[in-house]
Nanobody, 124 residues
Framework: QVQLVESGVGLVQAGGSLILSCAAF????????MGWYRQAPEKQREPVAT???????NYADSVRGRFTISRDNAKSRVYLQMNSLKPEDTGVYYC??????????????????WGQGTQVTVSS
C-alpha cells in the first residue's frame, strides 16, 4: 500500500510546459510501477506514462516525445514533465502505483493506489 499526493495544478497556454509531482508515502514505493493517467471531462481515464522500479518507461502515443516520466526513489517521488502542451492534453491527471507488479503494468485496473488528481488546463 502506498498513499499518493499530487501537486502541480497548472494553467498554461498551448506550447508551454508544466511539471507534475507525486509524493508517495509508503516503504513499498521503490518496488512499485508508477504511472500517470489523465481524464478529460466526460472521457474515460487513460494511461499517459509509466515507469518501473528499474526505470523502464512507456508512453501513450499521444504524448511520446513531449512528456517525460521520472522517479526519485530516495525521495519517493514520481514526476511528469510535460512540454509542448496541447489543448487536448487538458484533464485531471492522476498519479498511480502498482505495488505488486507481476507483469507489465499499463492499464488503470492494474494499479491499486491512486492520488486525488490534479487539474491541468491547456488553453489555445
Amino acid at each position: 500500500q502506498v498513499q499518493l499526493v499530487e501537486s502541480g495544478v497548472g494553467l498554461v497556454q498551448a506550447g508551454g510546459s508544466l511539471i507534475l509531482s507525486c509524493a508517495a508515502f509508503g516503504n513499498i514505493f521503490g518496488r512499485s510501477v508508477m504511472g500517470w493517467y489523465r481524464q478529460a471531462p466526460e472521457k474515460q481515464r487513460e494511461p499517459v506514462a509509466t515507469i518501473t522500479s528499474a526505470g523502464t518507461t512507456n508512453y501513450a502515443d499521444s504524448v511520446r516525445g513531449r512528456f517525460t516520466i521520472s522517479r526519485d526513489n530516495a525521495k519517493s517521488r514520481v514526476y511528469l514533465q510535460m512540454n509542448s502542451l496541447k489543448p487536448e492534453d487538458t484533464g485531471v491527471y492522476y498519479c498511480a502505483a502498482d505495488c505488486i507488479p507481476q507483469s507489465s503494468s499499463w492499464y488503470p485496473h492494474e494499479f491499486g493506489s491512486w492520488g486525488q488528481g490534479t487539474q491541468v488546463t491547456v488553453s489555445s
